[in-house]
């Protein structure tokens, strides 16, 4: 098997991929007065701390974007964890994938 291939438990070993999202301050990203909308296009500057050096692939972890601390909103947190929480408990009622009710 080819070590350089991120697999399942290797996935931590690749922090940023195409489509990942980061959550930027919506105010950060007006351009000429104008709120974006989902489907635009933003310019987005990103600023951090090198954690990592791979070959000749340098690895930052984030800590700014627009000059805006990086925090990523109450909501979709809570919605995670409640996510992992539902799974756990149907894990050990060994309820069926679907619910099953």
Same mark, same amino acid.
């Given at each position: 098997?080819?070590?350089?291939?991120?697999?399942?438990?290797?996935?931590?070993?690749?922090?940023?991929? =195409?489509? !990942?999202?980061?959550? $930027?301050?919506?105010? #950060?990203?007006?351009?000429?007065?104008?709120?974006?909308?989902? %489907? +635009?296009?933003?310019?987005?500057?990103?600023?951090?701390?090198?954690?990592?050096? =791979?070959? !000749?692939?340098?690895? $930052?972890?984030?800590? #700014?974007?627009?000059?805006?601390?990086?925090?990523?909103?109450? %909501? +979709?947190?809570?919605?995670?964890?409640?996510?992992?929480?539902?799974?756990?408990?149907?894990?050990?009622?060994?309820?069926?994938?679907?619910?099953?009710?």
């Amino acid at each position: 098997m080819d070590e350089s291939m991120p697999t399942p438990e290797r996935a931590s070993d690749e922090p940023v991929q =195409v489509g !990942d999202e980061l959550p $930027v301050k919506l105010d #950060t990203l007006y351009v000429g007065g104008q709120r974006p909308e989902v %489907g +635009d296009m933003v310019d987005v500057k990103v600023s951090g701390t090198v954690s990592r050096i =791979v070959d !000749d692939c340098c690895y $930052v972890t984030v800590e #700014t974007a627009n000059d805006e601390e990086i925090h990523t909103p109450k %909501g +979709d947190y809570e919605a995670g964890e409640d996510l992992v929480a539902q799974s756990q408990e149907a894990d050990i009622m060994g309820l069926p994938i679907g619910g099953g009710y």
